[in-house]
């Protein structure tokens, strides 16, 4: 399935505007985790807390599975495809990892936030920044790979590719 130029630049720009909105709230919430495990002030400590909380359900987890679902139709709709080059692949496994990470980490989050309210020092709270970088660079990477696109078809992809040299579609423009 092939979109029209119009509805694939539309679904693309809604790809990269996911995509980017996701790796910048990333970035906020790295701002954020830094400042709860690094600050001695323990009222900024507690609002940095319950700001991760925050950012992360109003803006990183819907803009993530936003990226994916995108992702995944704006690729199934280009000649891509979702199967045939390998950076498309590595870039779907890396982001359907960072999501599944993620989810997985927001019972967390919401735990570190629910703390911070309890306790009456916070500071001593673990912080999440190892999970936040690693997620970060996961990002970075499946961004760097749609920029380059680095050569490579896959299995399926070649066989894709087999089909098309023997079977060429008509040129609908071309005159009988």
Do not use: C
């Not at 999970?131 to 990477?141: A, D, E, K, P, Y």
């Not at 040299?165 to 071309?174: H, K, Q």
């Amino acid at each position: 399935m092939t979109m029209s130029p119009r509805v694939r630049k539309a679904v693309l720009t809604t790809h990269i505007a996911t995509s980017v909105g996701w790796l910048g709230a990333v970035a906020v919430y790295i701002g954020l985790d830094v400042t709860a495990v690094t600050s001695s002030d323990v009222e900024l400590v507690r609002v940095a807390y319950l700001a991760m909380e925050m950012i992360t359900y109003t803006a990183v987890v819907p803009l993530a599975l936003a990226a994916v679902l995108i992702g995944i139709i704006n690729a199934l709709g280009t000649p891509w495809g979702l199967f045939r080059h390998y950076w498309v692949l590595t870039k779907l496994l890396l982001t359907l990892l960072a999501a599944t990470v993620l989810l997985i980490e927001t019972r967390t989050i919401s735990q570190l936030a629910d703390a911070a309210l309890r306790v009456s020092d916070p500071r001593d709270q673990p912080g999440t920044l190892p999970h936040s970088i690693g997620g970060f660079i996961v990002l970075l990477t499946a961004t760097i790979l749609s920029v380059y696109k680095p050569r490579g078809v896959t299995r399926y992809g070649w066989h894709q590719q087999q089909k098309q040299r023997l079977n060429p579609m008509p040129d609908p423009t071309a005159t009988p």
